[in-house]
């Protein structure tokens, strides 16, 4: 008989803030452990290495807002402080948004008008 885990209980000793900044936590740590059961069948956050919190930085919330990021990166480095573990995750930073028409083709030649990229022509793969 396998019993749920609390994660609750879990990051009890760890959890400090307000009560809708424990709540935040609480429901994004849940969200990573349900992410990293489906994926690797590690029902428990004892059971986790480091490339499985890197894992879900990297690919399971990459196209959130930078924000929403943010916040789960708090919650993996409150996560790896109840495990205990020296584990370093730092914030990836997006790159800039690239203004095509800011750039030159690779032979050198102007980029389109921006009434030729408006009408749905894609000049990057021409």
């Known amino acids: 008989m396998n019993k749920i885990f609390d994660m609750e209980m879990f990051l ?4 400090t803030g307000s009560y809708s900044t424990q709540q935040r936590h609480l429901r994004q740590a849940r969200i990573i452990q349900h992410e ?3 994926r690797w069948q590690r029902q428990t ?6 490339k499985h919190l890197a894992w ?3 690919h399971r919330i990459n196209q959130r807002s930078d924000a929403t990021q ?12 109840r495990l205990q573990k020296a584990w370093k995750f730092n914030r990836c930073v997006r790159p800039a948004a690239i203004d095509p028409f800011s ?9 389109p ?3 030729k990229a408006a009408s749905g022509l894609n000049y990057l793969h021409n």
Do not use: C
Not at 103 to 111: R, V
């Open 12 to 15: 009890a000793a760890v959890l």
């Open 36 to 38: 990293i059961s489906e």
């Open 45 to 50: 956050p004892w059971a986790w290495q480091k």
């Open 56 to 58: 879900f930085l990297e």
């Open 70 to 81: 943010y916040y789960y990166l708090l919650t993996v480095r409150l996560l790896t402080r």
């Open 103 to 111: 750039l030159k083709s690779a032979n050198g030649q102007k980029p």
């Open 113 to 115: 008008s921006r009434a």
